[in-house]
């Protein structure tokens, strides 16, 4: 069956850096879109960060780029989403999701497949 399990997530100062990693089990993720999403307490979930499959094309939402960046490892089955310059906004549990058709970019009811998520706390 289909997995995909975060990790990586943890409290930080703001400033600070946290690398969360995207693992998958069941299918080959470089033939996978995935996109990281997050969801703060009170709000909707967000999409953050997006890599294609074919090209490996990304994408940020305004709120995160130049400080965030996506990456693929096929050799691992993993994606990354590296975060530099946190903030206490970006606060969230955090979700990677992949889809086949990659349709989805950062809209997440397009993506099949989900994690369960990690925690990300940006806190003084």
């Known amino acids: 069956q289909v997995q995909l399990v975060e990790s990586g997530g943890g409290l930080v100062h703001p400033g600070g850096s946290l690398r969360l990693s995207c693992t998958a089990s069941?299918?080959?993720?470089?033939?996978?879109?995935v996109g990281w999403f997050r969801q703060a307490p009170g709000k909707g979930r967000e999409g953050v960060s997006y890599?294609?499959?074919?090209?490996?094309?990304?994408y940020y939402a305004d709120s995160v780029k130049g400080r965030f960046t996506i990456t693929r490892d096929g050799a691992k089955n993993a994606v990354y989403l590296q975060m530099n310059s946190l903030k206490p906004e970006d606060t969230a549990v955090y979700f990677c999701?992949?889809?086949?058709?990659?349709?989805?970019?950062?809209?997440?009811?397009?993506?099949?497949?989900w994690g369960q998520g990690t925690q990300v706390t940006v806190s003084s």
């Open positions: 069941g299918i080959t993720l470089d033939y996978y879109s």
């Open positions: 999701a992949a889809d086949l058709l990659g349709v989805g970019m950062l809209y997440d009811i397009g993506y099949k497949h």
């Open positions: 890599i294609s499959s074919g090209d490996s094309t990304t």
